[in-house]
Each structure stands twice: as structure tokens, then as C-alpha cells.
């Protein structure tokens, strides 16, 4: 759905440059002048700013009253100093979704936790765990290893009916311990991606089963 373009300075964004790299980046909102351009940190890896140049397509994605908000844009400028910034178009329009507060559903899944993309790297270390209950905005998973809060995660399961939603993006909100296993309060962090569809798709039919608690 459409909804009126505004942006909070000093908001986290994921920003993503499809050309040029597999992974996401965070960045934050610096300013904006409505109608010509967005000004952002310049994104970094390994504490290096990318090197991005004008022209270069990129997908933003947000959170802004209680939306999950994305766009496309392109770079139209790069500063170094007296700080490292980067310029971007501003949207013409903006897709979002509601991040309403959803029944959680108890589930029996087997998923798989990683700390970067499977794709990214080869020596990628995984976990098995189990997936307790899942909602719109999160889920519950019983872990052999404990995160820290706001620790970056990637889940991977294969839901009924809807096939393999691979690398989930979530972010640790909670962990507890749990007799052997630690139990960590996930929360979706990408609900725009085409991954994420089939995670609503699968709550879709646990709604028509009447299965919520």
C-alpha cells in the first residue's frame, strides 16, 4: 500500500546495493529536503566506507510509525568531509506494511541459525534449533548457544506448504536459559522481502486452522 513519505532523522535504515553486493548494510538518517534528496551515513564494511558513486541503484528499508517501510532510490552524491555522507533521491513513493500486533501461533519447526547469509561464506557457522511459536513480527527459538540482544541472526526453515524461506533476517531481542538450550525471542527485521512473503503466507493458513493460543 502507498502511504505519505516521511523520514525521522537519526532512524535506522537497512540499505541494500544489488549491483554491487550480496549483503545488507545499516545506516541512519541524517536529513532530508523533500522532493530532492535523502542524507544518510555513509555505509561501511569492516569500518570502510563502501565505495559508492553516483547513479548506483539501492534498496531502503525502514521503520516508521509502526510501519515496515521500503523504497528504491539511487546515489546522487558522496561527501567525506567534514563527515562521511551519502545523498540519495527522494522516492517517489514508498511501500509499507503494518507491523499491528498479531496472534503468535505455537509451532514444531526445525530451522537453521546462522550470523551471515549462506551464500557469503563458506566456513559460515550454523546452529540447528527449533522454532516454538511464531507471530508476524517474530518468533521463539530454542537454541544450543546464547546472542546478545540486538545480535544480527539469519534463519532458515522449511515451511508447510510454502517451501524453504531461506535466510530470514531477525534481530535477538530476548535470551533466557532454558534447561540445556537457551531460548531466543527473535524479531523479523526485513518484513518487505520476498523471503518473508512466505512466513505470511504460512500464518495465513495457521489463521484459517484455528491453531492461535
Not at 63 to 86: D, M
Not at 147 to 173: C, I, R, S
Not at 187 to 209: G, H, Q, R, T, W
Amino acid at each position: 500500500m502507498e502511504n505519505k513519505i516521511s523520514f525521522t532523522p537519526d532512524a535506522r535504515i537497512i540499505i541494500e546495493f544489488p549491483s554491487l553486493f550480496k549483503r545488507r548494510f545499516y545506516s541512519f538518517i541524517r536529513g532530508y529536503k523533500q522532493e530532492q534528496y535523502i542524507i544518510i551515513d555513509h555505509p561501511a564494511h569492516n569500518k570502510r566506507p563502501l565505495p559508492l558513486e553516483e547513479g548506483m541503484v539501492c534498496m531502503v528499508r525502514y521503520i516508521e510509525n509502526g510501519l515496515a517501510c521500503g523504497f528504491k532510490t539511487q546515489v546522487i552524491g558522496v561527501s567525506s568531509r567534514p563527515y562521511p555522507l551519502v545523498f540519495l533521491e527522494f522516492p517517489r513513493s514508498v511501500e509499507s506494511s503494518n507491523l499491528r500486533k498479531e496472534d503468535r501461533y505455537p509451532v514444531s519447526l526445525a530451522g537453521i541459525l546462522s550470523e551471515e547469509r549462506s551464500e557469503e561464506s563458506s566456513d559460515n557457522k550454523s546452529l540447528v534449533c527449533d522454532i516454538l511459536n511464531i507471530s508476524r513480527g517474530g518468533c521463539l527459538v530454542s537454541s544450543p548457544e546464547a546472542f546478545e540482544p540486538e545480535t544480527t541472526l539469519f534463519l532458515t526453515v522449511n515451511l508447510p506448504e510454502q517451501g524453504e524461506a531461506e535466510n530470514l533476517e531477525t534481530e535477538v531481542k530476548s535470551c533466557s536459559k532454558a534447561g540445556q538450550e537457551y531460548q531466543l525471542g527473535l524479531n523479523f527485521a526485513d518484513l518487505l522481502s520476498p523471503e518473508y512473503k512466505k512466513v505470511a503466507a504460512y500464518l495465513e493458513n495457521l489463521k484459517l486452522l484455528q491453531v492461535m493460543v
